[in-house]
T-cell receptor
Framework: AQSVAQPEDQVNVAEGNPLTVKCTYS??????LFWYVQYPNRGLQFLLK??????LVKGSYGFEAEFNKSQTSFHLKKPSALVSDSALYFC???FGRGYQKVTFGTGTKLQVIP | GAGVSQSPSNKVTEKGKDVELRCDPI?????LYWYRQRLGQGLEFLIY????????KSGLPSDRFSAERTGESVSTLTIQRTQQEDSAVYLC????????????FGSGTRLTVV
């Protein structure tokens, strides 16, 4: 079985400070990892993914995430937070080739304080 | 179309009535997914379509829930004899292939059962 955990329901960060949103996963094979963002009253938007290759993945809006196999983590990061980054962030995992169901975390609300 | 379109955006129904939720995926996307998001919770997988067929229906919570897809296009999620616990946002997503490519989500249908 696969699972993903987002240990923080909410993260508060001051505008201009670096931000980290945590995610850990559990799969029985090589993971495919994703981050999605949900702005208020809008659908989820794909931010970035890790399939293979460099452990540091860069995505939309200046976000990046680091795959750490030994710690089974895929934390989302941004060097300098913007108020407009305030949203709900979801980590997701699947594995292997062909179809495998994507499992989403419970989400982390990011609040960037002006 | 340019994005994944879901209708209606909001639906209020009386307990015991049937409802149909519609999803128009991005043209050419062979894979289509339905998820449910209850208030304050993560995404709950319901069903996956590859073309016309549904190789994974494991997330449908009961036999009151069913879904179909016409070709590689429109999908309809039907909930019969709605219950209050069915109240949630129902999200549809599509992707080019089912192998972990990023999903494109619709804005969802907010279902309220009163």
């Amino acid at each position: 079985a696969q699972s993903v955990a987002q240990p923080e329901d909410q993260v508060n960060v001051a505008e201009g400070n670096p931000l980290t949103v945590k995610c850990t996963y559990s799969v029985s094979g090589n993971p495919y990892l994703f981050w999605y963002v949900q702005y208020p009253n809008r659908g989820l938007q794909f931010l970035l993914k890790y399939i293979t290759g460099d452990n540091l993945v860069k995505g939309s809006y200046g976000f990046e995430a680091e795959f750490n196999k030994s710690q089974t983590s895929f934390h989302l990061k941004k060097p300098s937070a913007l108020v407009s980054d305030s949203a709900l962030y979801f980590c997701a995992v699947t594995f292997g080739r062909g179809y495998q169901k994507v499992t989403f975390g419970t989400g982390t609300k990011l609040q960037v304080i002006p | 179309g340019a994005g994944v379109s879901q209708s209606p955006s909001n639906k209020v129904t009386e307990k015991g009535k049937d409802v149909e939720l519609r999803c128009d995926p991005i043209s050419g996307h062979t894979a289509l997914y339905w998820y449910r998001q209850r208030l304050g919770q993560g995404l709950e997988f319901l069903i996956y379509f590859q073309g016309n067929s549904a190789p994974d229906k494991s997330g449908l919570p009961s036999d009151r829930f069913s879904a179909e897809r016409t070709g590689e296009s429109v999908s309809t999620l039907t909930i019969q004899r709605t219950q209050q616990e069915d109240s949630a946002v129902y999200l549809c997503a599509s992707s080019l292939v089912s192998r972990g490519d990023g999903y494109t989500f619709g804005s969802g249908t907010r279902l309220t059962v009163v």
